[in-house]
């Protein structure tokens, strides 16, 4: 009995060590299969997150962020265990004693489902990390294997602090944020460090269901997760149980519910600025690596002058526009039918893209018309509500401005901008005044002659209404804008501000016809001295000047100073007619302004890393003695600089008091008159389609054009003089402010003679009077004083050599011999001859 008792057991024991062995094997054989070929779970001890880059002000603020995904990375050591602790109560309260897999966790995930509760994962941290990091997201059993199998690899080869920070900055939490960083800022706009138990709770319960736990339309559910989190907090012993009892009692205060500013009030929209820092650092480093390598770039940018060349710009195109009279609108409606109730016309008007980052004379607000009543618009204006002071109307009478009937103009359901005009006094609110995105656009740019360093850039009048930025982007004829560039050239090969040029008709035939340009004026005025030819901005002394000088020399130069890559050899281009950019135009005026030397223009003063390194900085000068202590207070320390020189300084010193006369007496004294010595070059093109004004002080430079994308021209008396020199007046009336000014550097080696600027001829040193002018001339060079270069071009045997041109059409003889009128009648023929005046 005792031996068949035995012999039962015995098989029973041998039965079932048999089953486990085989079991065993057979999980070792399913583990064994599926532990080949999985990915290297070692690589995550090197991974690198998609992090967002973000751009800094030159006064170290944040003024915009760009990501494909929206995290900020936080080391393990600096994420709060407060933070730690909600995550880990809330998905995996044993992560600090298991070894990458829950098995209690796993059976009670499997009596749950066997007793028909609710499916539900076992998930250990670990093997969410291996899953987002390394697998799929399918839901299979190879799937759940191999995470099993990672998760332990993963375990024998980081240490959980690093597991934890993998996962506390890969995970998503909705809101478009990723990690609990761009999480903390997202929801309550604050640092990990600032959280509460009861906000850091929150945050520990939006990993299973982000989408369903919104705070404020499943606020609830949210309240209900948040006070799960805080009792498991509590039973695992991270909290006291009067700090547990105090936080379930808390409301949920969150930026979506308005209870905290959002993070994006603090900064201004994104604008041309910021934009063309992303294009460039796109090309420079890549667009992937720029989106994803949390870079911190410290930007040129000085806002508050960003802010000034955006008004000085869009007043000036909004000036031009309403003189037109013609009304556009924004192009966009509402279906009437929407226009029920309040919170129907605000939701369709929330709804459309429309510029809603205008600020001038006050915020522009998109508005909808409600209704056309005889004398007044009745409207709905987002952003606002209606108070009787307040009134949502526009009466008849602000919009005298406008061309036809009032009904013809509007209708029920149009989308408009508005803006409160208010008393120049107090301030107190007078009207609605309804306003318009202009159809001309225009750029503006303003950079340090010196660094190179850009301080403001406008692209357009709104970049939320059109991101196409004018200054870098739109290649249009810069007209007399380019005359400096044919001056320094003839200067520089020996000519002088005094050398006389013959102000007289030409005729040249060209593969398109026979082309005869012409000043602006319509009038010629023989012998003229080289300065009186640029501030009066006389085209066909520039024409004669550049034929002396050769074009091949022109272009040379113009290449030199970054205006043209290319430029052909053509004489209509010594007139502006080759298209160009703001950009490249603004950084050569800046080589005339610092005496000559090479200036490389820059949106950014230095791009570091995720990890703190700089990789990219625009100053490369040496500051020999920056470190060392004994510095007399007296002295500044010195740096030494290599740049380059790319102009004579006695010829950048002789063009720039050219450009002064420009200024002072020239086409640009009208409109510009600043306290500290000023130079520039205004440029009109053919039927005034571009018009423009470089204009520069000592320390600082700046541009600007207008005209239309699709060109055509803007109208009778439209000149780069009278469009831009106000804008560039209004912008640098407070930038020298800020950034000073004084008289330009006299080079060494030169020595001044006082000339007649009309005639060019030598007056003794106690001249003076309104034609006398001092000019520098060299050192050893004897100027000769009298003689006339035509360019090779005869002139017209009856014209006045110093009596001006005056009245109405002549005939005269041409360079061909043939009979041709001139005069107010003389046209440009069929070739464009860039620049007027």
């Known amino acids: 009995m005792i031996r068949f008792v035995l012999s039962f057991f015995g098989a029973i024991f041998s039965f079932v060590t048999l089953g486990a062995a085989v079991i065993a094997l057979s999980i070792g054989a399913v583990f064994w299969v599926y532990g080949r070929d999985l990915p290297s779970h070692e690589s995550l001890a090197q991974y690198q997150p998609k992090t967002i880059s973000r751009i800094y002000s030159s006064e170290g603020k944040i003024i915009d962020e ?72 399918d839901r299979s059993a190879e799937r759940k294997i191999k995470e099993l199998i990672l998760s332990v690899r993963l375990e024998n080869t980081l240490s959980k602090e690093k597991i934890l920070e993998l996962y506390l900055n890969e995970i998503y939490l909705g809101q ?22 009861a906000e850091a709770a929150y945050l520990g319960a939006l990993p299973q269901r982000p989408a369903e736990t919104h705070p404020v339309r499943d606020r609830d559910f949210a309240i209900s997760r948040r006070n799960y989190v805080l009792r498991e907090m509590y039973e695992n012993g991270y909290i006291e149980e009067a700090v547990y009892e105090r936080e379930i009692e808390a409301p949920l205060r969150t930026v979506q519910n308005g209870d905290f500013e959002s993070y994006r009030a603090e900064r201004p929209d994104r604008d041309y600025f910021t934009d063309e820092i992303r294009r460039q650092l ?50 966009k409606r509402i279906d009437p039918a929407q226009l029920t109730t309040e919170e129907d016309w605000r939701d369709a008007l929330s709804d459309l893209r429309v510029a809603r980052d205008i600020d001038l004379d006050g915020k522009w607000h998109p508005a909808v018309v409600l209704g056309v009543e005889d004398q007044q618009l009745r409207l709905g204006i987002e952003g606002v509500e209606e108070t009787e002071a307040e009134p949502f109307v526009v009466p008849r009478n602000d919009i005298a401005w406008l061309r036809g009937d009032f009904h013809d103009n509007f209708e029920v359901g149009d989308v408009v901008h508005v803006r409160r005009m208010t008393e120049d006094d ?88 026979l082309w005869r340009p012409t ?91 995720r990890y703190g390194r700089t990789i990219y900085r625009h100053d490369q000068r040496t500051c020999t003695d920056c470190t060392d202590p004994t510095i007399p207070r007296s002295r ?17 010193y002789q063009l720039t008091s050219m450009l002064q006369g420009v200024v002072e007496r020239g086409t640009a004294s009208a409109s510009v008159n600043l306290p500290v010595p000023t130079a520039g070059k205004t440029g009109t093109t053919n039927d005034a389609k571009d018009v423009w004004f ?20 803007l109208g009778r008396g439209a000149s780069g003089g009278g469009f831009c020199g106000p804008v560039f007046q209004r912008f640098m009336s407070e930038a020298i402010n800020k950034y000073g000014g004084g008289k330009f550097k006299i080079p060494p080696g030169g020595h001044f003679i006082k000339i007649d600027r009309f005639t060019g001829a030598r007056l003794p040193d106690s001249a003076s009077g309104p034609n006398v002018v001092a000019e520098y001339f060299r050192d050893g060079e004897e100027p000769i004083f009298g003689v006339s270069f035509d360019g090779g071009f005869a002139m017209g045997s009856d014209l006045p050599l110093f009596d001006e041109a005056r009245g109405g059409a002549r005939e005269v003889t041409t360079s061909t011999g043939r009979k041709a009128v001139v005069g107010p009648k003389a046209s440009f023929g069929t070739m464009s001859s860039g620049g007027l005046y």
């Open 66 to 137: 760009f990501a494909v995904e929206r995290r900020l990375f936080a080391p393990a050591d600096e994420i709060p265990d407060l933070v730690k602790h909600a995550f880990i109560s809330a998905e995996d309260k044993n992560f600090y004693t298991h070894g990458g897999y829950d098995t209690r966790g796993m059976v009670a995930a499997a009596v749950d489902a066997v007793r028909g509760g609710r499916l539900r994962g076992a998930s250990t941290i670990p093997q969410q990390v291996v899953k987002n990091f390394l697998l799929s997201s």
């Open 176 to 197: 478009n944020s990723y990690g609990v960083a761009a999480a903390a800022q997202t929801y309550f706009n604050k640092a990990l460090s600032e959280l509460t138990v």
């Open 282 to 331: 796109s090309r420079d480093f890549g667009e992937g690596e720029f989106f994803t390598g949390g870079f911190t770039v410290r930007a040129t940018l000085d806002p508050e002058m960003q802010v000034l060349a955006a008004a000085s710009l869009r007043r000036q195109l909004e000036q031009y526009d309403r003189g037109l009279g013609e009304w556009r609108g924004t192009g």
């Open 426 to 513: 107090d301030g107190s609110f007078i009207r609605w005044t309804l306003r318009q995105v202009p159809g001309v656009q225009g750029g503006f740019m303003a950079m340090d002659v010196n660094t190179g360093r850009v301080i403001a850039m406008q692209g357009g009048f709104s970049y939320q209404h059109s991101v196409f930025n004018r200054a870098t982007q739109a290649n249009r004829q810069p007209g007399s804008s380019f005359k400096p560039f044919v001056y320094a050239s003839a200067l520089d090969v020996g000519y002088t501000p005094a050398t006389i040029i013959i102000d007289a008709p030409i005729e040249i035939d060209t593969p398109q016809g």
């Open 519 to 609: 000043n602006a004026s319509h009038q010629y005025y023989g012998p003229t001295p080289l300065r009186t030819g640029i501030e009066r901005s006389r085209n066909l002394m520039t024409v004669r000047l550049a034929q002396e000088v050769g074009m091949d020399t022109v272009a040379d130069y113009a290449e030199k100073f970054g205006v043209y890559d290319n430029m052909g050899p053509y004489l209509a281009n010594a007139l502006g007619s080759e298209e160009t950019t703001l950009y490249k135009m603004v950084s050569a005026y800046a080589m005339f302004a610092n005496g000559g030397e090479r200036v490389e223009p820059t949106l950014v003063d230095r791009v570091q890393d």
């Open 636 to 652: 500044s320390p010195r740096i030494l600089s290599d740049r380059a020189r790319v102009m004579d300084a006695i010829t950048a």
């Open 694 to 713: 470089v204009g520069f002080t000592s320390n600082v430079v700046a541009g600007c054009y207008i005209g239309y994308d699709d060109p055509r021209p």
